[in-house]
């Protein structure tokens, strides 16, 4: 009789283990946390716009927002602005593609001072869209001992665009500046110098790359010196070219995704040795 009842306690006990697992196998956990996904390195798809967001790059690294077009990531202080080059200069925007598709703008005037590593750089180039708002950049500086092939405030860009599944049409997704003006430093430059590497560029805004710069202004010294077989400066792009990493190669029809210098100026010397 103690057998038999052992037997039955047993089996009920399976009975229960067997449900408690089915249930986990139909239980929603929900989302990870954007702070868990930030320290796992984690990505997820949103939907609604068609593109990777969230990661390393999270609103506590900004004054607020969330990278979105109708909300971007915004930039009140030198050491937030510095935080993105740091981050998009080693690969750990956390979106896979240097920011594609990703929005960034000033809150206000930004006061640089030391000298400057550019946002971006040719093995990972800028590819978001950075709103200067009608605010100012001052102190720019990047002197020639930095040694520097790409100079500006930022090094590289690169036009990007993207497939949105809910309009079935590509979208422009980044490589554009806009809305901004930058002062170099009193006594400083923007200067990119190298006597091995076979080009080096330098400008205000941009040293090099693909994309759209709108409404954006320069004052200061610009300048080159080196570069085995060519050298680039220019008060607000150092070289600029015509596609980017665009995903529609349709081009009669989208033409507007050409790289588009517009409505900017510079004032100060430029020089190219």
């Known amino acids: 009789m103690t057998k038999r009842k052992e037997f039955f306690r047993q089996m009920a006990a399976l009975v229960a283990l067997f449900f408690f697992l089915e249930s986990l196998a139909f239980t929603n956990f929900g989302a990870p946390s954007a702070a868990w996904a930030a320290e796992e390195g984690e990505t997820r798809q949103n939907a609604a716009e068609g593109v990777v967001t969230a990661a390393a790059l999270t609103g506590d690294m900004f004054s607020g927002g969330d990278g979105t077009e109708g909300n971007p990531y915004i930039i009140d202080t030198?050491?937030?602005l510095a935080g993105l080059a740091q981050e998009v200069n080693n690969g750990n925007d956390g979106y896979g593609n240097d920011c594609g598709g990703v929005y960034f703008k000033l809150g206000g005037d930004i006061a640089l001072t030391g000298n400057w590593t550019p946002i971006g750089n040719s093995a990972n180039p800028f590819m978001g869209v950075f709103d200067g708002g009608g605010h100012k950049?001052?102190?720019l500086?990047?002197?020639?001992s930095m040694g520097l092939t790409h100079a500006g405030l930022f090094g590289y860009i690169q036009y990007f665009s993207y497939y949105d599944s809910e309009s079935s049409s590509y979208k422009d997704g980044g490589g554009t500046i806009k809305n901004l003006s930058v002062e170099i430093a009193n006594g400083g430059a923007v200067w990119a110098y190298s006597i091995s590497e076979s080009s080096i560029y330098a400008g205000g805004i941009v040293a090099y790359g693909s994309g759209h710069i709108i409404n954006c202004h320069v004052s200061g010294s610009v300048r080159t010196e080196g570069g085995v077989s060519s050298a680039y400066a220019g008060g607000v792009v150092g070289?600029?070219?015509g596609y980017g990493y665009d995903y529609d190669y349709d081009y009669d029809q989208n033409y507007d995704r050409m790289s588009r210098l517009i409505y900017s100026s510079s004032t100060g010397?430029?020089?190219?040795e």
């Open 269 to 272: 010397e430029v020089r190219a």
């Open 78 to 80: 030198a050491a937030q």
């Open 141 to 144: 500086n990047i002197p020639r």
């Open 239 to 241: 070289q600029f070219f």
């Open 137 to 139: 950049i001052t102190g």
